[in-house]
């Protein structure tokens, strides 16, 4: 970032300083699975993958939380920082650490205790079953060891350290490469052998990122700081998106599990061969979901930067060139897939395996049904996280749904029990939605590459500096207000009665200059109008905007949680204007020029809005009267009387 200028440095030398990194730390989290797959599969055979693939779920359960806890912290770090406010920072990577001490323990220890009931939840057959139980009671005792460094490692990459972050996954990956060989053949431990060097990989991992915690660049990690309170809630907000993504992977991969042993037990391949197959394949194929992922990734500093810089053209550019990459990608990986499937699937099987025919000839079959236009992936994972590089999250949300559960479950169950194509309708079913999912994804990139090439409204410039010869002594008045009861027009007529500056559409420009973001893009994100997402770059430009107003002048702020800002300095008056519904409905429908079918509707949803990103920066209750200090109904006296009203309790207050 500091060596780079995201605005006008190539495109394609950007795309390889940002997206290298990244397909590397996604590669890594697929080469502990797959390694072990391999080895077992060569050590112990069909129903050894089997046993691996039925614990998977629970390694995406832990992994689910670790990204819940992981992104979360690392996420307010960046807030808490971006503010510089380095004690609330500390205090938010503090508490991470200790909740997730907590959560790790505990999931450890439930799925140790609940692992035999668990294994037949993930669609363990009786023949896997002590392979599977096995496996996991190893896999179960490193799951705190792996939930804390997985954890860590976000934080530590938010601390400044990506480096230090890719060199413990990739020590942990290594050494359970070497260890693998020489438990599973050496000592002839077979599947435990796998896990154990797993397990001691994570552990070493966890022991480096434990030594980082007396290490932290930017905050200070402390018995004071690892408190627990409510804002943990607020930091595991900041993370849910990348859990709720984990869960849909979950819900999928057990539904998977689960008619690949129902249906495969009703053909020639049996309830454990599908399993197994199912496993194998699903692992190769997250090497090609880690490539995509990790050069979509990638891209974001860059997309987000120029849309947030209003260089919407280089926006369009680079979305470009990433789905022409992914794609290519995509189809090499396809081509693979669909040629090789043999020799991909005899990696992981002895040729004098009793199951090698049938296991060989149902991993060839998935690959050219289930896998076979697996490339068109490329542009639902590409996109879903482009849109959401450009604030659209409900959207990139909705595209990542598509695929897993909106259409392949659906789709697997007409065809496997209405159509009655049983095993063979679960695998024609993974191509009929890649193609729906590509169609729809086509129309949702479409719009958005569209939107990016329209030009950006103008709004006309109000002329907000009203300062006169204001001689008394330092004021601030910070007025929050509902939608349409005219606290803007108070704050207008106050601000030229005490002859100080008046700043509500004026702190975008201020904003834009300390963000560096286009006044454009704030103006389309302003506060009555962001419906789905808030940008972190916004809030704390405008906060540092508002703090150095405070300090070098008096003046009269409208909205942008200045009352919250400004919470710990003194000569600040808070005040919050209200209004009843139906004066609101006049001065929409007058002054805003709402229609009169839709504008009580439109009230109640802006001041909505206003609320949740209240809520979302402040973690207090925007309606919440003990915030203020003057609470005044504009109603009841008008909106000139109310501007009086309040310069006269700063006149009585000054005296």
Same mark, same amino acid.
């Given at each position: 970032m500091k060596e780079l200028d995201l605005g006008k440095e190539r495109i394609n030398k950007l795309l390889l300083?940002? %997206?290298?990194?990244? @397909? /590397?730390?996604? &590669? +890594?989290?697929?080469?502990?699975?797959?390694?072990?797959? #391999?080895?077992? *599969?060569?050590?112990?055979?069909?129903?050894?993958? %089997?046993?691996?693939? @039925? /614990?998977?779920? &629970? +390694?995406?359960?832990?992994?689910?939380?670790?990204?819940? #806890?992981?992104? *979360?912290?690392?996420?307010?770090?960046?807030?808490?920082?971006g503010e510089k406010n380095k004690k609330e920072a500390s205090k938010g990577v503090g508490q991470a650490l200790i909740f997730t001490i907590i959560i790790a323990t505990l999931l450890g220890v439930l799925s140790f205790i609940f692992l035999p009931k668990l294994v037949l939840l993930f669609g363990c057959t009786e023949s896997v079953y002590d392979y599977a139980v096995e496996y996991g009671r190893i896999i179960c005792l490193g799951a705190p060891f792996m939930i804390i460094y997985s954890a860590l490692s976000n934080i530590i990459r938010a601390d400044g350290s990506p480096k230090y972050s890719m060199i413990m996954l990739i020590v942990g990956a290594v050494i359970n490469i070497i260890l693998d060989p020489i438990f599973i053949f050496g000592f002839n431990l077979g599947v435990m052998g796998g896990a154990i060097a797993t397990v001691i990989g994570q552990f070493i991992s966890f022991l480096i990122a434990i030594y980082y915690v007396k290490k932290f660049k930017t905050v200070e990690v402390n018995k004071e700081n690892m408190k627990l309170d409510k804002n943990i809630f607020k930091i595991l907000g900041l993370g849910l998106s990348s859990f709720i993504t984990q869960c849909t992977v979950l819900v999928l991969f057990v539904f998977m599990n689960n008619m690949m042993t129902k249906f495969g037990?009703?053909?020639?391949?049996?309830?454990?061969?599908?399993?197994?197959?199912?496993?194998?394949?699903?692992?190769?194929?997250?090497?090609?979901?880690?490539?995509?992922?990790?050069?979509?990734?990638?891209?974001?500093?860059?997309?987000?930067?120029?849309?947030?810089?209003?260089?919407?053209?280089?926006?369009?550019?680079?979305?470009?060139?990433?789905?022409?990459?992914?794609?290519?990608?995509?189809?090499?990986?396809?081509l693979i897939f669909v040629f090789f499937p043999r020799e991909l699937a005899g990696i992981f099987i002895k040729s004098s395996d009793p199951s090698y025919d049938l296991f060989m000839e149902f991993a060839e079959l998935m690959c050219r049904s289930f896998l076979l236009v697996m490339s068109l992936n490329a542009v639902e994972m590409t996109g879903s996280i482009s849109i959401q590089s450009l604030g659209n999250v409900k959207k990139a949300t909705m595209l990542s749904f598509i695929r897993q559960i909106i259409l392949l479950i659906p789709i697997s169950l007409f065809l496997a029990i209405t159509l009655d194509k049983g095993i063979y309708g679960l695998l024609y079913a993974g191509a009929i939605s890649d193609v729906l999912c590509f169609i729809v994804s086509i129309f949702v990139i479409g719009s958005e590459y569209i939107k990016l090439g329209k030009k950006s409204y103008v709004v006309e410039?109000?002329?907000?500096?009203?300062?006169?010869?204001?001689?008394?002594?330092?004021?601030?008045?910070?007025?929050?207000?509902?939608?349409?009861?005219?606290?803007?027009?108070?704050?207008?007529?106050?601000?030229?009665?005490?002859?100080?500056?008046?700043?509500?559409?004026?702190?975008?420009?201020?904003?834009?200059?300390?963000?560096?973001?286009?006044?454009?893009?704030?103006?389309?994100?302003?506060?009555?109008?962001?419906?789905?997402?808030?940008?972190?770059?916004?809030?704390?430009?405008?906060?540092?905007?508002?703090?150095d107003l405070a300090k070098?002048?008096?003046?009269?702020?409208?909205?942008?949680?200045?009352?919250?800002?400004?919470?710990?300095?003194?000569?600040?008056?808070?005040?919050?204007?209200?209004?009843?519904?139906?004066?609101?409905?006049?001065?929409?429908?007058?002054?805003?020029?709402l229609k009169k079918q839709d504008v009580e509707k439109q009230i109640i949803k802006i001041d909505k809005e206003r609320e949740k990103h209240y809520k979302f920066y402040t973690n207090r209750n925007w309606k919440d009267m003990s915030n203020y200090d003057l609470i005044i109904n504009v109603d009841s006296k008008g909106v000139d009387k109310t501007a009086e009203l309040i310069e006269k309790y700063l006149k009585e207050s000054d005296e």
């Open positions: 300083a940002f %997206a290298i990194p990244c @397909v /590397i730390s996604m &590669l +890594i989290n697929s080469v502990y699975n797959i390694v072990d797959q #391999i080895f077992i *599969g060569q050590g112990v055979g069909t129903l050894g993958n %089997a046993a691996t693939n @039925v /614990i998977f779920p &629970l +390694i995406i359960v832990f992994n689910s939380f670790a990204g819940l #806890i992981g992104n *979360g912290a690392a996420a307010n770090l960046s807030l808490k920082l037990a009703s053909s020639k391949f049996g309830a454990d061969i599908p399993l197994s197959v199912y496993g194998v394949i699903t692992k190769i194929n997250s090497i090609f979901i880690s490539t995509v992922l990790g050069i979509s990734i990638g891209a974001q500093p860059i997309i987000g930067f120029n849309f947030g810089a209003g260089n919407k053209d280089r926006v369009r550019e680079v979305l470009k060139k990433v789905l022409t990459i992914n794609l290519i990608v995509g189809i090499v990986f396809n410039p109000f002329k907000e500096n009203t300062r006169g010869n204001y001689k008394g002594k330092h004021i601030v008045v910070t007025i929050s207000r509902e939608y349409a009861s005219g606290g803007r027009y108070v704050g207008q007529l106050l601000a030229a009665k005490l002859g100080i500056n008046f700043y509500d559409k004026k702190l975008i420009d201020l904003a834009a200059k300390e963000s560096g973001l286009a006044q454009n893009y704030i103006e389309e994100l302003d506060e009555s109008s962001r419906k789905s997402t808030n940008d972190d770059r916004i809030f704390i430009a405008e906060a540092k905007v508002i703090k070098n002048e008096s003046c009269v702020i409208v909205g942008r949680c200045a009352d919250y800002v400004l919470k710990d300095n003194k000569d600040v008056l808070k005040v919050f204007l209200y209004s009843d519904k139906e004066s609101k409905k006049r001065r929409a429908i007058k002054y805003y020029g």
